[in-house]
């Protein structure tokens, strides 16, 4: 087995940092620059955003942890969803496979509670 191996894995590299690079400069080069009402408005999440010029400021991080929540809950429900429609299927292997994954996200969420991470200030 010699490195041939290895030319998908490279090749599937190369393309998604070419597309990376393309998409990036090409946002650049193409990208409207004016300023307009919806640029100046305060964001979802209700912060201000920067004047035009100035440099940019950093997001709280409790905007990041409200997001992983999101995505966590979001992934949870994509795999409960399956489960309750074959658990039957599944028998008990299923039921504690879910019992586990489940109680995975209990610990997650009850930290990110102690850490303070659903208090927004």
């Known amino acids: ?13 190369a393309i998604g940092l070419g597309f990376g690079v ?4 090409g946002s650049r080069i193409i ?8 640029k100046i408005d ?8 920067p004047p035009e010029g100035s440099a940019p400021k950093r ?15 979001d992934i949870e429900i ?9 658990h039957d299927v599944l028998g008990l292997f299923g ?4 019992a586990m994954f489940i109680s995975a996200l209990f610990i997650a969420y ?4 102690r850490r303070g991470g659903l208090e927004w200030d």
Do not use: D, H, Q
């Open 1 to 13: 087995m010699g490195t041939e191996v290895y030319v998908p894995l490279v090749l599937m590299f």
């Open 22 to 25: 393309v998409s990036l400069i």
């Open 31 to 38: 990208g409207p620059r004016r300023v307009n009402r919806a």
């Open 42 to 49: 305060p964001y979802e999440c209700g912060i201000e955003p």
């Open 59 to 73: 997001f709280p991080i409790k905007f990041y942890l409200t997001a992983m929540l999101f995505i966590v809950f």
């Open 78 to 86: 994509m795999f409960l969803i399956p489960w309750a429609v074959y």
């Open 95 to 98: 039921f504690w496979a879910v």
């Open 110 to 113: 009850a930290y990110e509670w």
